[in-house]
């Protein structure tokens, strides 16, 4: 059973240009949850889409967005990329909201110059 | 927003040493998960917890959910070099079922 995808693996952008981070889940998984690592930071919570609503929000400015489509896959979107938006990105898929533990992709590690 | 307080922050053993970390939060939760994270690749699911008391054991590492709700503990017994990582404890409390708290993590090293 493949696990949950992210692409790309990597990447570099500039300062004021946008991105967008795609996630495919474990297939049957309707949940999608982005989350941003920085060193010392932890694991801090972007949101959380199920059925391509979004659920549940953590405490980001509106440059970061995301959506989810029929099939569960998911994107994200930063615009106007800051230097601090450098970190690894991570999408976790479950069956559904609530108890269940999450599966995460391996992350996007994204740089800003 | 939320966050689980973890400790400790970071740990350094000698190969067979027994490992303990532990999580604690100011509101009760109702499930608790550990995870791990090695260097690169997103968090693995280690265990989960879903009862006030429950001990759970994968291997060499055991959990428990505190009888308390307020905290859980993880166990690595005899470790090996490829316990290094970081392990994180995850929860969901009893207020807010639907949103996963986080610890800062403890970061395991372990010397051959």
């Known amino acids: 059973k493949a696990g949950v995808t992210q692409t790309p693996r990597y990447l570099i952008k500039t300062r004021g240009q946008q991105v967008t981070l795609s996630c495919s889940p474990i297939?049957?998984?309707?949940?999608v949850s982005w989350y941003q690592q920085t060193p010392g930071q932890g694991l801090q919570f972007l949101f959380e889409y199920f059925s391509e609503t979004q659920r549940n929000k953590g405490n980001f400015p509106g440059r970061f967005s995301g959506r989810q489509f029929s099939n569960s896959r998911s994107e994200m979107n930063v615009s106007t990329l800051e230097l601090g938006d450098s970190a690894l990105y991570l999408c976790a898929s479950s069956l559904a909201l609530g108890k269940e533990g999450y599966t995460f992709g391996s992350g996007t590690r994204l740089t800003v110059v | 927003g939320q966050q689980l307080n973890q400790s400790p922050q970071s740990m350094f053993i000698q190969e067979g040493e027994d490992v303990s970390m532990n999580c604690t939060s100011s509101s009760i939760f109702n499930t608790w998960l550990w995870y791990k994270q090695e260097p690169g690749e997103g968090p693995v699911l280690l265990i989960a917890?879903?009862?006030a008391g429950e001990l759970t054991s994968n291997g060499r590492l055991t959990a428990q959910f505190g009888i308390t709700r307020k905290d859980s503990f993880l166990n690595i017994s005899a470790s090996i070099p490829s316990d290094v990582g970081i392990y994180f404890c995850a929860g969901f409390n009893a207020g807010n079922n639907r949103k996963l708290i986080w610890g800062l993590g403890t970061s395991l090293a372990v010397n051959p």
């Open positions: 917890l879903y009862k």
């Open positions: 297939s049957g998984h309707r949940s």
